[in-house]
Every structure is written in C-alpha cells, then in structure tokens.
C-alpha cells in the first residue's frame, strides 16, 4: 500500500481556497486517490477520489499531475465548519481491500 | 449515500469486563468490514477487516483473542474487547464498503467511544 505525506495542519480564514497537496511518490497503477475528512468524535467521511487529471465535486477539487505522485486537494471559499482533519489515501479501486490511514492535515479555519 | 451504524455510542465499563461493539450497515450488505481505533489527536489504526462467514484477519500487533470479531450476517459485523483494561480506552470505528458502488469508498460509521476504568 503506498504511503502517503501531508502537511501536519494548516490555518486558514474563511473564504479562503485551501489548497492541501499529498506526496504519494510510491502509488501504483491500479490505485486511487482518495481523501476523507473527520470530525473530532466522528468517523470519516468520503471526501473525493481521482485516478489522473482533475476531478470536481460539489464540495472540493482534486488535482492529479501526470506523474501522479502528488496530488491536491482544493476547498474553495472555506467556512469554520470546514475545521477537521483531512486525510489523503491511495487505494486499489477494486474489490473491498482495506484502506490505510496516514497522519492526515489538520485544518484550522479562523473567523 | 450508503449508512453505517455503531452501537453502542459511548460505553464505559470496568476493568476485567468484556464489551461488545455492534456494526451495521442499513442500507446495503457488505461482505468485508473493518474495524479501527483511534487514540485522541491520532489517525485511525485498522485493526482488523472482518469477512462474513470466515474469520477475521487481524493486522500486525493486534492481539485476535482480545478483540473478537464476528460477521454472522452480510449487514452486522460485532467486535468485543474481551478483559478490557485502561489501555484499551480509545474510539472504534466500523467501515463498509457497498459493494453497488464502482468506487472503493468506505463508509463509516459514527464510532464508538470505550472508557474502562
């Protein structure tokens, strides 16, 4: 399963883009990119997911570079209730194979 | 999208009990779900993908006799912490995937917050 870095955390103010970037040097060909967020006492939830190129939804942009071994996250025009830990993943887009948590971005979203 | 449930929400029990923690999904059957903890300002640590019908398998470091699970049903996955000590303080978390979805996206559930004292 390939490892994934993030930045530790991140501040932002409302109305900002934030843009959280992954370095994912060891991604295979069959895996997905993937982020969730989670709340404090929540689980996780399904944020996007991107193979190449970019990937929009009604709630953030995912970034993919042709090498595919970074990837971004975007959320445009961040709100306080966007505070939580963002957590970026590779995982094979097949079948029910579990999915490894790395240390996540904590964001930090001030009035 | 697809609900996963945790029961009970928040548990607290002595040292020495065993506990059970139940994990459904409502609205679709998963074959596979995973079981995780989290310790406070942590990231999730899979503990166990938990196959129904078959045994559980447990990731490296995870005592199996301790942490019971069984996935009797294509919609209920349980795990029991068995002879609970403080140590075993921590939140637990369920995921599934739907298996009608092309996408592997977990779904998980809302956790599970274990006090032992």
């Known amino acids: 399963l390939a490892k994934t870095t993030q930045p530790i955390s991140m501040d932002s103010y409302e109305g900002q883009e934030v843009n959280i970037t992954c370095s994912h040097n060891n991604i295979a060909t069959n895996d997905y990119i993937t982020w969730y967020q989670q709340f404090p006492s929540q689980g996780p939830r399904f944020i996007i997911q991107?193979?190449?190129t970019k990937v929009t939804n009604e709630v953030a942009s995912l970034f993919i570079p042709a090498d595919r071994k970074s990837s971004t996250l975007s959320l445009p025009r961040v709100s306080l209730s966007d505070t939580a830990v963002y957590y970026c993943l590779v995982v094979i887009n097949t079948g029910g194979f579990k999915t490894i948590f790395g240390a996540g971005t904590r964001l930090f979203v001030k009035a | 999208g697809a609900v996963v449930s945790q029961h009970p929400s928040r548990v607290i029990c002595k040292s020495g009990t065993s506990v059970k923690i139940e994990c459904r999904s409502l609205?679709?059957?998963?074959?596979?779900m995973f079981w995780y903890r989290q310790f406070p300002k942590k990231s999730l640590m899979l503990m166990a993908t938990s196959n129904e019908g078959s045994k559980a398998t447990y990731e490296q470091g995870v005592e199996k006799d301790k942490f019971l699970i069984n996935h009797a049903s294509l919609t209920l996955s349980t795990l029991t912490v068995t002879s609970a000590h403080p140590e075993d303080s921590s939140f637990y978390i369920c995921s599934a995937r739907d298996p009608g979805l092309t996408r592997n996206e977990q779904f998980f559930g809302p956790g599970t917050r274990l006090t032992v004292l």
């Open positions: 991107g193979y190449k």
């Open positions: 609205d679709f059957q998963a074959t596979t």
